[in-house]
C-alpha cells in the first residue's frame, strides 16, 4: 500500500484513522485562477521541509528590492465556553530590503516552519506576490506571472499533480513546539530553552525585530499589476487623487481602516484631519466607480467591514459633513453626521463651524 505523505512539521500531527485511510498524500502543487480575476492565480504547494524554505528563498530573492513581512499566530488561548476557536493575529511589517528580512529570519526559520500555530510569508503589493506557509502547514502562493514561479518550483523539484490532494481535508491536530517533549523535537531545536521555544515569546521578538502592526485578518486583497495600472491610471486624471497615483492602493485601504480604528477609539485630531480621512473613503470611492466587475466588488468587499464599522459609529446623521463648496453625494454615508468618539479638538472644532448649532 503507497505510504501517506509523512514529511510534516511536528506542529501538524495526522490522527491515527487518517494515517491509516488508503487515500495518498504526495509531494507537488496545483494551482488556477484566483477567483473574480482574470490574469491572478492561487497556488497550493504540498511539500517536504527542505523544499519549503528552498521554494520560500527562491520566491523571496525573485522579488523586487523590497518585500513586508507577513506573521501570524495565536494571542490568547480558547476558552471552554467559546463558542468558536480563537483566530489568530496578523502582523505586517513595513516595506523592508528582501535581504533585511531575511537576515532577521536566520535564527527563527526553524521555529517558524515547525510550529503548528505558526503562519509566516512575504509579498510585494506592487509586484502582485506573495507567498505564505500557514498554520496548517499549507504553502501558498498569489502571482500573477505563474510561469515564473511554476519555474521555481521545478527547480525546487516539487511537481506539478493536478487535483492536490491536502491532509487539510483529513483528521489531524496543531501544535506548538511546546507541546512535544524535548527528545521528540528535531535536533536542532533540542538546545532552545522553553522560553525560546514559546511561539508567543518569539513572534513578540521579529514583531519588534521588525516593526510590525496588526492587521485585521478580514483586510485580505491581491490586486494583479495590470488592476493596479488600472487604478493609477484612474487616480492620475483626477487633479485631488493624482498625488495618490503611486501609492500601493492595498496601503490606501489599510490606511481606511485605521482610520475607522481610531475613530471607534477616539479620534484625537481636529476637523481638518477628520475631513482627511473622509476624503480618502472619497478616493477609494471614485475608483470603485470607475473599475469594472469583477474588481469592482473586490475592492467593495475588502472595504466592507470597516465601512460597516465607520456606519455604525456615527451620530446625528439628519446632518451632513460635506466639504465647503462641494455637492452633497447622498450615497457617501461617510458624511452623514459625525462619530461618537470625538475628542476634545475634533468637539472644538465643530462647534467653531456651527455644527451643534440646531
Known amino acids: 500500500m503507497p505510504q501517506v505523505f509523512s514529511d510534516f512539521p511536528i506542529g501538524v500531527q495526522l490522527w491515527?484513522?487518517?494515517?491509516?485511510?488508503?487515500?495518498?498524500?504526495?509531494?507537488?502543487?496545483?494551482?488556477?485562477?484566483?477567483?473574480?480575476?482574470?490574469?491572478?492565480?492561487?497556488?497550493?504547494?504540498?511539500?517536504?521541509?527542505?523544499?519549503?524554505?528552498?521554494?520560500?528563498?527562491?520566491?523571496?530573492?525573485?522579488?523586487?528590492?523590497?518585500?513586508?513581512?507577513?506573521?501570524?499566530?495565536?494571542?490568547?488561548?480558547?476558552?471552554?465556553?467559546?463558542?468558536?476557536?480563537?483566530?489568530?493575529?496578523?502582523?505586517?511589517?513595513?516595506?523592508?530590503?528582501?535581504?533585511?528580512?531575511?537576515?532577521?529570519?536566520?535564527?527563527?526559520?526553524?521555529?517558524?516552519?515547525?510550529?503548528?500555530?505558526?503562519?509566516?510569508?512575504?509579498?510585494?503589493?506592487?509586484?502582485?506576490?506573495?507567498?505564505?506557509?500557514?498554520?496548517?502547514?499549507?504553502?501558498?502562493?498569489?502571482?500573477?506571472?505563474?510561469?515564473?514561479?511554476?519555474?521555481?518550483?521545478?527547480?525546487?523539484?516539487?511537481?506539478?499533480?493536478?487535483?492536490?490532494?491536502?491532509?487539510?481535508?483529513?483528521?489531524?491536530?496543531?501544535?506548538?513546539?511546546?507541546?512535544?517533549?524535548?527528545?521528540?523535537?528535531?535536533?536542532?531545536?533540542?538546545?532552545?530553552?522553553?522560553?525560546d521555544l514559546d511561539y508567543a515569546c518569539f513572534c513578540r521578538e521579529l514583531i519588534e525585530n521588525l516593526s510590525m502592526y496588526p492587521v485585521e485578518e478580514s483586510l485580505s486583497f491581491f490586486f494583479s499589476r495590470r488592476e493596479q495600472r488600472l487604478i493609477q491610471e484612474i487616480l492620475n486624471l483626477h487633479p485631488d487623487y493624482e498625488d495618490f497615483a503611486e501609492e500601493d492602493f492595498g496601503t490606501l485601504l489599510l490606511d481606511w481602516n485605521d482610520f475607522v480604528q481610531e475613530c471607534l477609539a477616539n479620534f484625537e485630531g481636529g476637523l481638518w484631519e477628520y475631513r482627511m480621512g473622509l476624503q480618502l473613503r472619497d478616493l477609494i470611492q471614485h475608483v470603485i466607480d470607475r473599475v469594472d466587475l469583477p474588481l469592482n466588488l473586490r475592492i467593495k468587499e475588502a472595504i466592507l467591514d470597516p465601512d460597516e464599522r465607520f456606519r455604525q459609529n456615527l451620530s446625528d446623521q439628519r446632518k451632513r459633513l460635506d466639504m465647503p463648496g462641494s455637492p452633497p453625494a447622498e450615497d457617501h454615508f461617510w458624511y452623514n453626521g459625525v462619530i461618537r468618539n470625538a475628542g476634545v479638538g475634533l468637539r472644538r472644532d465643530l462647534i467653531r463651524s456651527g455644527w451643534y448649532k440646531a
Open 16 to 195: 491515527p484513522q487518517a494515517r491509516r485511510r488508503p487515500r495518498v498524500l504526495s509531494e507537488g502543487y496545483d494551482f488556477s485562477l484566483l477567483d473574480n480575476t482574470s490574469d491572478t492565480f492561487q497556488f497550493t504547494i504540498l511539500a517536504g521541509m527542505a523544499r519549503i524554505r528552498d521554494t520560500l528563498e527562491r520566491f523571496a530573492w525573485s522579488l523586487p528590492e523590497e518585500a513586508f513581512f507577513i506573521l501570524e499566530f495565536y494571542t490568547s488561548e480558547p476558552a471552554a465556553d467559546d463558542q468558536e476557536p480563537p483566530c489568530p493575529t496578523v502582523h505586517y511589517s513595513p516595506y523592508m530590503p528582501v535581504g533585511e528580512i531575511l537576515d532577521a529570519l536566520a535564527p527563527y526559520w526553524e521555529r517558524l516552519m515547525q510550529d503548528g500555530f505558526v503562519g509566516f510569508g512575504l509579498a510585494n503589493n506592487r509586484a502582485s506576490q506573495e507567498m505564505f506557509f500557514s498554520e496548517e502547514k499549507v504553502l501558498t502562493c498569489f502571482t500573477d506571472n505563474h510561469i515564473r514561479l511554476m519555474h521555481h518550483l521545478a527547480k525546487s523539484g516539487v511537481p506539478h499533480r493536478p487535483s492536490l490532494r491536502l491532509h487539510t481535508d483529513m483528521g489531524h491536530d496543531h501544535l506548538s513546539l511546546l507541546c512535544h517533549d524535548r527528545h521528540s523535537l528535531p535536533e536542532s531545536l533540542r538546545g532552545f530553552s522553553d522560553r
